[in-house]
């Protein structure tokens, strides 16, 4: 499986997956014209990834400062694929970070939480 | 020529607080032309971040509404066969609103987006306003995970939740209006929220 490296634009996040390490890093903003045509063939990987068995730690960073309801719905669907790939035995991660004063964010995070059942999540703040 | 038609325009405008505004056909690039004045505008007032950033996120949520329902719409152009042409101009949408971001008198700050919608539109947008009228932040914020995790509800592009996230980040401070027009199978929404 071959590594992920997107760059950030205004309007899209940095979609930085790394399938050794077992990472993914989503960082930056997110409110493209179409979500579908930033995300779809990135998370084809991606939904493949998790239906495997891993040795390690699988561990996905979301360090996102914004994202449109559009773009919240690709987060929410990662946070389902990443609980089945827990449910299915494997050792998840999910580290939310967020603004120190941004509510929105951390609440958003607390919120998606609630569908995690196997995967482990932790909440941080940005420096 | 009448300039002073443009300044009484302008003074009108000014004395309602607005802004930012911009009415006419838009599209995306609009909304990022628009997104970033914005943001620099509220930064060098040293605006707090929170309300920069609610500002930001309901300006985004619904001009995004508009571009993708507005009823007033053209193109792209099609050819006699019904395909869309390869021409970089006319082979784009482009939809009619309003958009204004101002101060209130009382000096909360308004975001407003106004566009045409269908009448056969009207009883099902206004039910599911009046679905979230009335929540608060936190019960807004968990019906937001319930329909992310359903899906997108029949007859919608998005992800069917920009008004549940609007009236979230504006703590269900948020109004909205179906003003009947003289096309009776047309009406003029507007939706404002606070912060």
């Known amino acids: 499986m071959e590594k992920i490296l997107i760059e950030a634009t205004a309007r899209t996040p940095k979609f930085d997956f790394d399938p050794e390490k077992r990472t993914l890093v989503l960082s930056g903003e997110s409110y493209p014209e179409d979500p579908q045509k930033f995300f779809a063939a990135p998370l084809v990987t991606i939904r493949e990834f998790l239906k495997q068995k891993h040795d390690g730690l699988v561990q996905f960073n979301f360090q996102m400062t914004y994202f449109n309801s559009s773009s919240a719905k690709v987060m929410m669907d990662l946070f389902s694929a990443l609980e089945d790939c827990a449910t299915e035995g494997n050792d998840v991660m999910i580290e939310w970070h967020h603004a120190d004063d941004d509510d929105n964010m951390r609440e958003l995070g607390e919120e998606f939480s609630e569908e995690l059942v196997n995967a482990k999540f932790k909440l941080l703040t940005f420096n | ?195």
């Open chain 2, 1 to 195: 020529m009448n300039g002073q038609s443009f300044l009484d325009f302008r003074n009108e405008l000014s004395n309602r607080g607005i802004v930012f505004t911009y009415s006419g056909f838009l599209n995306d690039d609009i909304l990022t032309g628009i997104g970033n004045a914005l943001r620099t505008k509220l930064a060098l007032d040293h605006t707090d971040s929170k309300v920069s950033r609610g500002i930001f996120s309901a300006f985004v949520e619904q001009v995004q509404n508009v571009i993708r329902y507005s009823a007033e719409t053209q193109g792209p152009e099609v050819d006699e066969e019904g395909v869309v042409t390869d021409d970089p101009l006319l082979n784009q949408e482009i939809r009619y609103g309003m958009v204004a971001i101002g101060d209130r008198a009382d000096g909360k700050r308004f975001v407003t987006c106004c566009n045409m919608i269908e009448q056969k539109n009207v009883p099902k947008l206004q039910a599911s306003l009046e679905s979230i009228r009335g929540l608060d932040r936190k019960e807004l914020t968990k019906l937001m995970r319930e329909q992310l995790k359903e899906g997108p509800p029949e007859g919608s592009k998005g992800a069917g939740v920009g008004f549940v996230s609007i009236a979230r980040e504006a703590n269900g401070d948020w109004d909205y209006e179906m003003v009947p027009t003289e096309d009776p199978n047309m009406f003029f929404f507007c939706f404002e929220a606070y912060f």
